[in-house]
Nanobody, 123 residues
């Protein structure tokens, strides 16, 4: 049963922005952390938030362009993506974990996933 629902993907030109959303309202627990991955192939780490320490961390290729943040009212997780590049084109996935780590960048550290949202950046 999918308990994370992503939205916000689309087709944009290079240099444009998109904001991805992840609705965790169907989760029956409060995760220790949530993250965004993308298919590259396999699941490549993009960004994550430790919900205990509030630490946010990123893969080097998106630093300064992407921002992960959470709406504290509805608990939605966002990925603001600016200055998009053609190499950002792929499927993006939201993930949640029930095990505590200071940082978690591996897909095996997350045990709940959404079905993904496609981002396509044309040159």
């Amino acid at each position: 049963q999918v308990r994370l629902v992503e939205s916000g993907g689309g087709l944009v030109q290079a240099g444009a922005s998109l904001r991805l959303s992840c609705d965790p309202s169907k989760l029956t627990f409060s995760p220790y952390g949530m993250a965004w991955f993308r298919h590259s192939p396999g699941r490549e780490f993009v960004a994550a938030e430790n919900r205990i320490t509030k630490n946010r961390y990123y893969v080097d290729s998106v630093k300064g362009r992407f921002t992960i943040y959470r709406d504290n009212i509805n608990d939605t997780l966002y990925l603001q993506m600016n200055n998009l590049k053609p190499e950002d084109t792929t499927m993006y996935y939201c993930a949640a974990r029930t095990t505590y780590y200071d940082e978690a960048r591996g897909p095996t550290e997350y045990n709940h996933w959404g079905q993904g949202t496609q981002v396509t950046v044309s040159s």
